[in-house]
């Protein structure tokens, strides 16, 4: 089955079309950038200019940086405000809407480091915020938006978003002191089998990883940041 997938992000918004039997995108990706302000019809509009680009009439998925409940956004801590409340299904076309790192996570227990694992599962993804998948023998617990869990008293993705690193100048070792105490703080939280670590960044894990120490085992998702434009159209496809 093929189906849109589309990623939309602080800075840029991506979709391919998506073969959902094998994960694989079917022709190059494109991106364009995420307008500023990221309010509901400029985003909208580069959504449509997705579609057609790929000539797009069938099934649709698209990913959210927020709460979306339904397909009703209920957050936007990363876009702008004004898309709370905003019904986004609707407003995509009769798309399927969902969490970014929700669908990021979905790619990853299908066809990345999550196949076939059993027990507590974390996907995390790193960029403009954190965003975070859990997945329990399989199963999402969606929207749990780990990433505003409170850290020196104030939001976690406020001290260890991979934004962080490029704004403050902080080496990679040093940032990777920041991800290990988040980490430190999920893995105390929810005893996971696994962490797996996404989003843009994911491409230069071994600048990091290796810095970062815990008994959980933490894993650069294989999908990278293909991840959220597979996850969407699994989700659509998924109904």
């Given at each position: 089955m093929l189906v849109l997938g589309i990623d939309i992000g602080g800075s840029g918004i991506k979709g391919a079309p998506v073969d959902t039997e094998s994960g694989t995108?079917?022709?190059e990706r494109?991106?364009?950038?995420?307008?500023?302000?990221?309010?509901?019809?400029?985003?909208?509009?580069?959504?449509?200019r997705i579609r057609a680009h790929f000539g797009w009439d069938g099934p649709v998925g698209v990913t959210f940086p927020g709460v979306v409940r339904d397909g009703v956004v209920r957050t936007a801590a990363n876009v702008d405000?004004?898309?709370?409340?905003?019904?986004?299904?609707?407003?995509?076309?009769?798309?399927?809407?969902?969490?970014d790192a929700d669908a990021a996570g979905i790619a990853e227990m299908a066809f990345g480091e999550g196949r076939g694992r059993?027990?507590?599962?974390?996907?995390?993804?790193?960029?403009?915020g954190i965003?975070?998948?859990?997945?329990?023998?399989?199963?999402?617990?969606?929207?749990?938006?780990?990433?505003?869990?409170q850290l020196h008293g104030g939001d976690a993705e406020h001290r260890a978003a991979a934004r962080v690193r490029e704004e403050h100048d902080l080496s990679?070792?040093?940032?990777?002191?920041?991800?290990?105490?988040y980490l430190r703080h999920v893995e105390m939280l929810f005893s996971p089998s696994l962490i797996v670590v996404g989003g843009?960044?994911?491409?230069?894990?071994d600048k990091f990883l290796p810095y970062v120490r815990l008994d959980t085992p933490v894993v650069?998702?294989?999908l990278r940041n293909q991840a959220g434009i597979i996850g969407a159209a699994l989700a659509a496809a998924r109904g």
């Open positions: 995108l079917t022709e494109l991106r364009v950038p995420t307008p500023q302000p990221s309010a509901p019809e400029g985003v909208a509009e580069a959504v449509r405000r004004s898309w709370v409340g905003v019904d986004a299904a609707e407003l995509f076309g009769a798309a399927a809407v969902l969490n059993a027990g507590t599962v974390l996907v995390l993804t790193f960029g403009t965003g975070s998948a859990l997945f329990a023998d399989g199963t999402l617990v969606p929207n749990t938006e780990l990433g505003h869990l990679w070792e040093k940032w990777a002191q920041r991800v290990e105490e843009g960044v994911s491409r230069k894990a650069p998702a294989a």
